[in-house]
């Protein structure tokens, strides 16, 4: 049986260190992401390109911005027509913030314990070159049907280009399952929460802090704003309940702007609010925000304070059947390797698979090497073995998800 812990012909196939080289390599690279940066997953981009070419497969590299490329590679399996998996991962990292916070080099990738450490470890070079190694020896094992795209995407960290681009292709249209090879920690995350991202201006007048009642403070309003929204918080719990992996909508403020500190003596005009909005599957984001808006024109209305709400980004709650067939693949494969089945989960953010279920409707589950409260944080870490389970996993997932599950030839108990 396929669901039975035994080996398959890919396995002795796997170069786990040239996976595990690859990820080093990658980490090496500072590809972060930052406000205007160009040119930032070049040096990542031209390192799998040139794998891509070693392999003999057929990819572009396409740039989304001046020195942002995609490569996007297709492996035809050879074995005739069937459905097209998609793996996906980006380059790019965050910032490693004060290098002095950490207790190794940011970008060393040096290996301690049976863990990698570097930024981009978990988040998500491993996951990158787990996807290619894995799909190389599946390759290498033999012809299968249909083919698999590996989407290696620029600007995840930020605006998410690569993964809009790649959405807007035509390639995009042709694929029928993709998995996104992010850091969730063993779990298959069949679903992720949606995120708004909104700014609530502030006009009131400005006036002599002796003299209050002569301006209109934005301050005062800013703080009640701040109250208003732990209400819409609990409305909305009430109103969209709890989802079993998701949990609950969350309205979060990230921003109070107002004042100036060497200004005491002076009620401003102009303050800001920020708010950070986490939402589950079932959410009406149209709904929410325009609670939001009239609570806090309701609560800055009292001061005479006028409110003017920007949705600066808006990205839905997505979810997936969990008996669709790339997770029920995925969920094969990992109890094969592991030897019991996964657990189910939700992405707390959002992640490249929400832009290409929104904008291209694809059908996206997220499952990949490192721990997901990893990413970001200073020290993050890949086990390094996980790199090589992630692969196997991957490698099988392909072949149940192109033949249907069907029984693999030459597999030993
Ligand atoms: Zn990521």
Same mark, same amino acid.
């Given at each position: ?8 012909? !890919?396995?002795?196939?796997? %170069? ?36 891509? &070419? ?30 097209? +998996? ?5 380059? %790019? ?8 916070? !950490? ?9 301690? %314990?049976?863990?990698?450490? /570097? ?7 491993? /996951?990158?070159?787990?996807? *290619? ?5 599946? =390759?290498? @094992? ?7 795209? +590996? ?24 694929? %029928? ?55 819409? =918080?609990?409305?909305? @719990? ?32 102009? /303050? ?19 609670? *939001?808006?009239?609570?806090? =024109? ?31 693949? +995925?969920?094969?494969?990992? &109890? ?19 832009? +290409? ?15 997901? !409260? ?12 996980? *790199? ?26």
């Amino acid at each position: 049986m396929h669901s039975a812990p035994g080996t398959l012909p !890919w396995d002795s196939l796997l %170069d786990t260190e040239a996976a595990v080289a690859l990820t080093r390599e990658l980490v090496r690279l500072r590809t972060v992401n930052s406000e205007g940066a160009e040119a930032v997953e070049e040096p990542a981009a031209a390192l799998v390109a040139a794998l891509f &070419t070693r392999f003999g497969w057929e990819h572009t590299v396409t740039e989304v911005a001046p020195g942002r490329p995609n490569v996007v590679a297709v492996v035809d399996g050879g074995g005739g027509p069937g459905p097209t +998996l998609m793996f996906e991962g980006h380059t %790019d990292v965050v910032t490693e913030g004060d290098p002095a916070d !950490w207790s190794v080099d940011p970008y060393g990738a040096e290996i301690r %314990d049976g863990r990698m450490y /570097g930024r981009g470890t978990a988040d998500m070079k491993s /996951g990158v070159a787990a996807m *290619i190694h894995g799909v190389r020896a599946l =390759q290498l @094992a033999g012809p299968f049907p249909g083919r698999v795209v +590996l989407g290696v995407l620029a600007d995840e960290e930020g605006m998410m280009l690569g993964a809009k681009a790649f959405a807007a292709s035509p390639l995009a249209r042709e694929v %029928d399952g993709v998995i996104v090879c992010e850091p969730e920690g063993y779990e298959v995350c069949t679903s992720a929460r949606g995120g708004i991202r909104l700014r609530l201006d502030l006009t009131g007048a400005m006036a002599h802090g002796a003299m209050p009642q002569e301006g209109r403070s934005p301050i005062a309003a800013g703080a009640r704003i701040v109250e208003a929204l732990g209400t819409v =918080q609990r409305w909305a @719990a009430a109103r969209y309940g709890t989802h079993p992996h998701a949990g609950t909508v969350t309205v979060t403020p990230t921003v109070l702007l107002g004042g100036d500190p060497d200004q005491l003596n002076v009620i401003p005009a102009h /303050g800001v609010v920020g708010v950070d909005v986490r939402t589950i599957p079932g959410t009406d984001h149209a709904e929410l925000t325009g609670r *939001i808006r009239t609570a806090a =024109q309701e609560v800055a209305g009292v001061f005479g304070v006028e409110v003017e709400l920007t949705v600066v980004d808006d990205r839905p709650a997505i979810e997936l059947a969990e008996d669709h067939p790339v997770v029920r693949g +995925l969920v094969a494969a990992h &109890t094969r390797v592991h030897g019991r089945a996964p657990a189910f989960g939700a992405v707390p953010g959002t992640t490249d698979g929400t832009i +290409l279920t929104r904008d291209a409707g694809l059908p996206t589950v997220v499952y990949g090497p490192g721990g997901k !409260w990893i990413a970001h944080q200073v020290d993050e870490f890949v086990a390094v073995r996980e *790199i090589g389970e992630y692969a196997r996993v991957y490698a099988d997932a392909a072949h149940h998800f192109l033949t249907g599950g069907a029984p693999v030839e030459g597999a030993t108990a």
